[in-house]
């Protein structure tokens, strides 16, 4: 079994975008992970259902509160703040890729 095979939506994300602790694909200093995936895409490479999630819908979600409002609420900088908007992000990907996890079909794919 290919890795991330059975990796879920915000397992995809964390791993592409580079999230501390996260597992998979590590970002190079000067390569926007965007471009990257926009090329194995198009060179064909597997597998192309996150990656077509990943560039089409997931990075595109933000997470339900924004960094002022978790300071406002008294979360800490720092650290703390990052895990909570990850943690929040994830929660949004994942109910968004729940609610409509076959927008995107393979080539050939039947309704």
């Not at 079994?1 to 501390?20: K, R």
């Not at 597998?47 to 609420?73: H, N």
């Not at 008294?74 to 968004?96: F, H, K, N, S």
Request: no cysteine; proline share 9%.
């Amino acid at each position: 079994m290919a890795p991330g095979q059975n990796w879920s939506a915000g397992q995809w994300t964390a791993a592409l975008e580079g999230w501390p602790g996260a597992t998979g694909p590590r970002r190079v200093s000067g390569v926007a992970m965007e471009q990257a995936v926009a090329l194995a895409l198009a060179w064909g490479l597997q597998p192309r259902r996150p990656l077509l999630r990943w560039r089409l819908r997931w990075r595109q979600l933000q997470p339900r509160q924004t960094a002022q409002q978790l300071l406002a609420a008294g979360v800490p900088r720092g650290p703390e703040l990052g895990r909570q908007l990850r943690a929040l992000r994830l929660e949004a990907i994942e109910a968004v890729e729940q609610s409509a996890p076959e927008a995107i079909r393979s080539p050939g794919a039947r309704a």
